[in-house]
């Protein structure tokens, strides 16, 4: 079995969030949704630059596929909590 990186744990716990919070877009306003991205952000102890951040719930607000490696990806930008 192959131990999980750094990154590659960022990236599951974030793809994790954006389901969760997927589950609300169907429903939800904008605010609930940065609402719910901010609430798994914080719970699993993750953080995004406000640029991220909002790409990330302008995409699940758009129903659009989020490429949760890329935004993750930079490691000089955000990082656990």
Known sequence: MTEM???DARIEALHRVVERVNAWQETATE???EDEL???LREAGLTL???RRELLA????AG???DVAAIAGA???GGPA
């Open 75 to 77: 490691s000089d930008e």
């Open 64 to 66: 659009r596929e989020v």
């Open 31 to 33: 605010g609930t949704i």
């Open 5 to 7: 990186n750094q990154d």
């Open 58 to 61: 302008e995409q699940i607000s």
């Open 49 to 51: 630059t406000d640029e």
């Open 38 to 40: 901010d609430k798994g």
